[in-house]
């Protein structure tokens, strides 16, 4: 029987339909600004850099599960930052990235045959994930939609819109995990990064939402975002201990291991709160000036209330939209990449400069 390419299973990469936007971005005189991806441009903090050079002389092979260094600072960070209690060091686990976390997930769960749930508007790699676990993907958002799921991916803050779940609605959730064996795979990649005092992000593992018990649950962690670490490939699992232990196991066959001098350098950026916090207050900054910018171009904003990206509408199609702002030299995601909720909106990242945001927001007024 003729193979059929895992490729061909997937849909079609994104990025690719937005070649014609970016070349008509780049031709702006002054160049292109890239809003489009998540890209982080800010530096890399000195301790994190010399942690990674200090450790780059190891040579033995790491340990999958995590040095006990990171396993501790991961904990202790989760406590701190997000008042996560009761997480020990059999409930974490480093990866490897966490797109590839998510992207491997249904597959080292073995959920091959199962049902996978991802939210309405989504980012694409939870379903390429399930799919290339052979999975069948089901687009939901609330529990009595969830059906008969194995798993169910949540995104809060979202991935585009910045929408963030409260904690009774992340509790209704967990409560469905707990009656139907299901998993809650949480990704929480911006929660480190919220700008509203009255809609800040909570983590699914917060005793507010799960009583302290971590049972059917497993947050996912990025240091992306936060501490600039996307070339670094730098994430962690957290949760249900059976789940983590599993998940060990697996990786453990697959050779798939954070590299030593990363888990070093993830050691420093997970003690340095300072860092954080200063990045929060760098994107908070940007949001600021491309807000009003965009709203005074006669664009609304919905959601948003976390993460790095303003989702932004003017009532179109979002591909017009896209067009509109390339003309400008500026570059975004079409909110169809992320579903149909999606068709009227684009996704305006916060990762430029500040002379970049504030070139933008001045094309944007004229």
Request: proline fraction near 6%; charged fraction near 20%.
């Amino acid at each position: 029987m003729a193979r059929t390419p895992l490729r061909d299973k997937l849909p079609d990469f994104p990025w690719d339909s937005l070649a014609g936007a970016k070349a008509q971005a780049a031709a702006h005189p002054e160049g292109m600004i890239d809003l489009s991806v998540g890209n982080p441009i800010d530096p890399v903090s000195p301790g994190v850099q010399l942690a990674l050079a200090n450790a780059a002389g190891l040579s033995g092979y790491p340990q999958t599960a995590g040095t006990a260094e990171l396993r501790a600072a991961i904990t202790s960070a989760m406590e701190r930052r997000y008042g996560i209690t009761g997480l020990g060091r059999d409930a974490v686990l480093p990866v490897v990235g966490t797109k590839e976390a998510i992207a491997s997930l249904p597959s080292l769960l073995g959920l091959a045959g199962e049902t996978v749930v991802i939210p309405t508007l989504a980012y694409p790699t939870y379903e390429v994930g399930a799919i290339m676990a052979g999975a069948t993907v089901l687009s939901a958002d609330t529990p009595p939609d969830f059906g008969a799921a194995a798993l169910v991916f949540i995104n809060s803050p979202s991935n585009p819109s910045g929408a963030v779940l409260g904690v009774d609605e992340l509790s209704t959730i967990v409560e469905w995990a707990r009656a139907n064996d299901a998993l809650v795979a949480s990704d929480e990649c911006y929660l480190g990064l919220g700008y509203n005092d009255d809609r800040q992000p909570v983590s699914i593992l917060d005793p507010r939402v799960c009583g302290g018990n971590h049972d059917n649950l497993l947050a996912i962690h990025s240091l992306s975002k936060t501490a600039n670490l996307a070339s670094y490939r730098a994430g962690f699992f957290a949760g249900d201990p059976a789940v983590v232990d599993e998940l060990i196991e697996v990786r453990k066959h697959a050779g798939l291991i954070v590299p030593g001098p990363v888990q070093a350098a993830m050691v420093a950026a997970l003690v340095d709160d300072d860092s954080e916090t200063f990045q929060r207050q760098r994107y908070a900054s940007r949001r600021a000036v491309l807000m009003r910018a965009l709203v005074d171009a006669g664009f609304r904003i919905e959601h948003s209330d976390a993460g790095m990206y303003l989702w932004a509408t003017r009532g179109e199609d979002c591909r017009v939209t896209v067009d509109w702002l390339a003309a400008r030299g500026i570059l975004v995601a079409p909110g169809d990449f992320y579903g149909d909720g999606g068709a009227q909106f684009v996704r305006v990242g916060l990762n430029a400069t500040d002379e970049q945001v504030t070139a933008a927001a001045a094309r944007l007024s004229a």
